[in-house]
């Protein structure tokens, strides 16, 4: 077993998806986070987290590959809000 402070490699399941810690959200107890639809409006999903690693969540379900969150500004929004991605 590895000790505290002790460096370990973590295998994750290949559907990972690693996310700025930023983009979580609470809801009724559980994470979340806004997802940026086709349209340019959010909606919540909820995720489900499998650790963390230095200011990033990993995410084991509720989200798939290529989809935009939210990372800033988050805690105003309301569904169905339109959203203008800045990159």
Known sequence: P???GQP???RLPADTLSIPLTAIVQRDGH???????????VTLRPVR???SRTGQALVGSGLREAEWVVTAGQHDLMERQAVRILR
Do not use: C, F, K, Y
């Not at 994470?31 to 409006?41: L, M, R």
């Open 8 to 10: 370990t490699n973590t």
């Open 31 to 41: 994470p979340a986070v806004w997802v940026v639809e086709d349209q340019g409006s």
């Open 2 to 4: 590895a000790r505290r």
């Open 49 to 51: 987290l499998v650790g």
